[in-house]
């Protein structure tokens, strides 16, 4: 009797605990199918929690990472470098230019793509059965907002609250240490050379820089991204020169802007570029960065 009893009690116990282990996969089973609207307005039904997903923007690939999916990822786009164990996944090509056939090898049940770029491959995609999801953050919140949109998606809410709450604490912080500031340095943000290209407004780096408490040069450009003119540079004199690329070098040796007061000052600081513009949590941490670069005496 005593062998019988000790055998039901050890099921018992094996059954409670499958039911334990399991129980977050079980609660969360019941939010699908989940019928959820996406970054070009169009409403999805999910059947199931994703657990093969491929991304077709680098940014997508970071914040699977970041809402801690990326053992779920199975195919990456191009330069989808970070983290580096991104760098492992193969590559299914981009938003411009898709390999079908990998993505058919790997057969995914989510591709993940950003609504600037996934749109002229979308058709195609949901023609081979697939179905896809976007993203379309336009600022910082759009990017916060975004991240919460892809915990529900992928069954990660309160990650995506965590990371979330982590980039709005870092954003307060900056706002709160420059919200006084009544003298805000001048700054160009150099992001290619030839032809010399720099951000305006409707930019990522725009957003920083007025959250960081600084001016940007070409604030009244016609576009985000636009080709500029040395002549106006020189006559706008910036007090601080940022470079997405490493080459301070090479602007210190261009005669023409030796009388620049950023040139003069040594205050030409070269910044990376895919955590100043890609849309993920790393926003946040350039934001940090560039509060410093402009006001480090309030650091």
Known sequence: MCKRVSYKYLLILALFATIFLNYPTWVAAADFPLTITDGLGRELVI????????TLAPSVTENLYALGVGDRVVGVSSYSDYP????AKPIVGDAFQ??????????????????????TQMSKLEELGF????????????????????????DTKSEASRVVADMREKIDYVTELTKDIKVRPLVFVEVWDEPLMTCG??????????????????????????????????????E??????PYAEEVLARPAW??????????????????????????????MELAEILHPESF
């Not at 059947?47 to 491929?54: F, H, N, S, T």
């Not at 580096?84 to 760098?87: D, I, M, R, T, Y």
């Open 47 to 54: 059947e199931r929690v994703p657990q093969k997903i491929v």
């Open 84 to 87: 580096s164990e991104a760098l």
């Open 98 to 119: 898709v390999n079908f056939e990998q993505i058919l090898l790997l057969e995914p049940d989510l591709i993940i793509g950003d609504a600037q770029l996934v749109g």
């Open 131 to 154: 179905p896809v999801f976007s993203i379309n953050p336009s600022d910082l919140e759009g990017v916060m907002n975004a991240l919460l949109l892809l915990g529900e998606v992928l």
């Open 201 to 238: 407004p409707g930019s990522f780096m725009q957003e920083l820089i007025d959250l960081a408490g600084g001016e940007n040069l070409a604030a009244d450009a016609r576009d985000p991204w636009v080709e500029y003119s040395v002549e106006q540079v020189l006559l706008r004199d910036p």
């Open 240 to 245: 601080i020169i940022l470079l997405t690329r």
């Open 258 to 287: 030796s009388g620049v007061k950023a040139v003069k000052q040594g205050k030409i600081i070269e910044v990376n570029e895919d955590a100043f513009v890609r849309t993920t949590p790393r926003l946040t941490d350039a934001l």
